[in-house]
C-alpha cells in the first residue's frame, strides 16, 4: 500500500493549487482516503473527508477546498482556491480500510489512519 502526494508549491495569497494523492497497493473504494495538514509547531489536523453521502471541511478550509476522488484513476484530489498565508502547511493523504458501516469515513483522528503519504508543501506568501 503507497500513497504518493503531489501538486503542492508556492503560491500568492488568493492563488489555487490542486493535490493529489495516487493510491497503489489497494483501490480506493475499498478505503477511507481523506486529507490532512500541518503546520510548523503545530499538530497534523484533518482538512476534508469524503464519504458516500457526504464531505465534510475544516472550518478554515469551508468554501475555499473541494475534496474529490476519480477512481479509474486511484486517485484522490483537493482543490484549494483563494489560498491563504495561514494554509502553509505539508498537506498528507491518508488512508484506512473501510468498513461496512463507513458510510461517511469521517475520521478525524490521526490515529484512526494505517496509512499516509510522505506530504506535499504548500506555501502561501501574503
Known amino acids: 500500500v503507497q500513497l504518493v502526494e503531489s501538486g503542492g508549491g508556492s503560491v500568492q495569497a488568493g492563488g489555487s493549487l490542486r493535490l493529489s494523492c495516487i493510491a497503489s497497493?489497494?483501490?480506493?473504494?475499498?478505503?477511507?482516503v481523506n486529507w490532512f495538514r500541518q503546520a510548523p509547531g503545530k499538530e497534523r489536523e484533518v482538512v476534508a473527508t469524503?464519504?458516500?453521502?457526504?464531505?465534510r471541511y475544516a472550518n478554515t478550509a469551508k468554501g475555499r477546498f473541494t475534496i474529490s476522488q476519480d477512481n479509474a484513476k486511484n486517485t484522490l484530489y483537493l482543490q484549494m482556491n483563494s489560498l491563504k498565508p495561514e494554509d502553509t502547511a505539508m498537506y498528507y493523504c491518508?488512508?484506512?480500510?473501510?468498513?461496512?458501516?463507513?458510510?461517511?469515513?469521517?475520521?478525524?483522528?490521526?490515529?484512526?489512519?494505517?496509512?499516509w503519504g510522505q506530504g506535499t508543501q504548500v506555501t502561501v506568501s501574503s
Open positions: 469524503l464519504g458516500n453521502r457526504y464531505t
Open positions: 491518508a488512508a484506512r480500510r473501510r468498513m461496512s458501516y463507513d458510510y461517511d469515513c469521517y475520521y478525524t483522528n490521526v490515529g484512526a489512519y494505517t496509512y
Open positions: 497497493g489497494f483501490t480506493l473504494p475499498n478505503y477511507c
